[in-house]
């Protein structure tokens, strides 16, 4: 049986910030589960974050965001640089993705970096000891590792009929199964026996 979880995501949403712990509950208790972290590119610098959004992620999921973090919602947020990051890192070495991703949201939610500059990055990269190219290091343009992404994530939205991110779906063999995520942001574990029903 061949299985695989897909998470469509953006590394400055955050109610993708409150999915993350289900795909980490998942990944632990599956461990060969092959795992798909798709960045979506959602936000162009064109867009904040409103303050009622995070109210409405705080009241439905177990997610903190510090003070600083809140300061800056009036910022205009960029993840192109994030997206091009970790398609190189999906493509490259995708045994590291979860970890690193973990390590992005941090930075974002939990320490205010923007994550829009190579400066802002340079600590993750360090800790994981990556060597990703300039190109990666841009707001301008997704690379083609991330346009790739983005083509299959447009060809998946199709397929469940929805647009809507943050994502969590299931294939099992030929079956593709769109997880109702936001019934486990308060009890990740739970979503573990969700999982294992679908399996079986």
Known sequence: MSTELFFIYDTHCPWSYATLPLVNAIKSEFPEITLHLWHAAR???DENIAKQTIENVSNDSNCVFNQDYLAQLKHAKESTLAANLMAWI???????ALPILNALYKAHFEQAN???????????ISEFK????????TQKKLTKDAEIIMHDIIDLQE???TQAIPALLLA??????LLSHNFYLKDPSAIVDAVKLELK
């Not at 999906?90 to 590291?96: G, L, T």
């Not at 990556?130 to 290091?137: D, R």
């Open 172 to 177: 099992v063999d030929d079956n593709l199964i």
């Open 159 to 161: 397929l469940i009929n």
């Open 114 to 124: 923007e994550l829009a500059s190579f400066e802002d990055v340079e600590d993750i």
């Open 90 to 96: 999906e493509h490259k070495i995708p045994q590291q």
């Open 130 to 137: 990556l060597s990703p190219p300039q190109k990666v290091f």
């Open 43 to 45: 936000y162009e610098g």
